[in-house]
């Protein structure tokens, strides 16, 4: 029989694991300490699920995926044992995909409705060419083509009465936050759900001492911070923090990006007992 986990690390990717440039390479020897412990690095992220596999791809790992804001939780083959899959699972392509969330189809009137009732001007991602994706984020070209692929959270940018916006989306029940350079809207979802749903699998596999990390730098990630028992905020690029995140046991790291999650990786490693 294996040995039982004793740590997961969530983590969200721009401006934590990823720099402005999309780089990791400053998290090297934390990344290389997660390959070591055998510890499962699960991306949660707004990201596309075909966003996400570039960056899985690179840092060569084949654990378990959170996409779209906790929308749905991908199970690459071999990340999880298929007879343990939770049963609202379905198969895509070679890996099976759990869906949390309704899909984007349903949500684009109700925003455009919200928008038209109180005067505001938004952009859909959707509408954007992959020049202007570019441009606002930073990505390639690649990568801006594929976060127009979204199937349950929507991308998009308020250029007037974006607070009147929100409180119309909120009060329609909808789940609206935003990320490093979008707004996000979405239905039941949230990172909070996906690391809660993908713990409690981990746990039945007879991980009951597992310690849950979560790193992140925005309001987007408050969720997955309550959710987890070691919640690690990174700093803005300017070294300010997001305001507003709040969670018990909150440690606000020192280092922008991938430095300060190195460090903060190494140090949570280091305070774990991992026994002979």
Excluded at 140 to 146: A, D, P, R, T, Y
Aim: aromatic share 10%.
């Amino acid at each position: 029989m294996p040995e039982p986990l004793k740590l997961i690390i969530f983590t969200d990717l721009n401006d934590t694991l990823l720099d402005r440039n999309y780089d990791f390479s400053a998290a090297k020897e934390a990344l290389a300490a997660i390959k070591a412990y055998d510890i499962p690095l699960i991306i949660t992220t707004s990201k596309t699920r075909a966003q996400t596999e570039i960056y899985r791809s690179r840092l060569n790992i084949s654990d378990p995926i959170i996409a779209e804001n906790g929308a749905a939780i991908y199970f690459p083959p071999g990340s999880f044992p298929a007879g343990r899959l939770p049963s609202g699972c379905t198969r895509e392509g070679d890996e099976f995909v759990w869906e949390l969330s309704r899909r984007v189809e349903g949500l684009i009137p109700e925003l455009q409705s919200a928008a038209n009732t109180v005067g505001a001007e938004i952009e859909l991602i959707f509408d954007m060419p992959a020049a202007k994706i570019m441009d606002i984020t930073g990505m390639s070209e690649e990568e801006s083509e594929l976060a127009k692929e979204r199937k349950y959270i929507i991308y998009f940018l308020c250029h007037f009465r974006r607070k009147e916006l929100i409180e119309e989306l909120k009060s329609r029940g909808l789940k609206i936050t935003w990320g490093t350079y979008f707004m996000h809207l979405g239905s039941s979802n949230d990172k909070g759900l996906g690391v809660h749903r993908l713990t409690a699998l981990y746990r039945e596999q007879g991980n009951y001492g597992l310690i849950t990390a979560g790193f992140g730098d925005n309001m987007n990630d408050l969720n997955m911070f309550r959710n987890v028992n070691k919640p690690f905020l990174l700093p803005h690029p300017d070294g300010s923090y997001e305001e507003g995140v709040e969670a018990d046991n909150l440690v606000k790291l020192k280092g922008v990006g991938p430095r300060g999650w190195n460090r903060g990786v190494l140090e949570l490693i280091e305070s774990i007992e991992w026994g002979e």
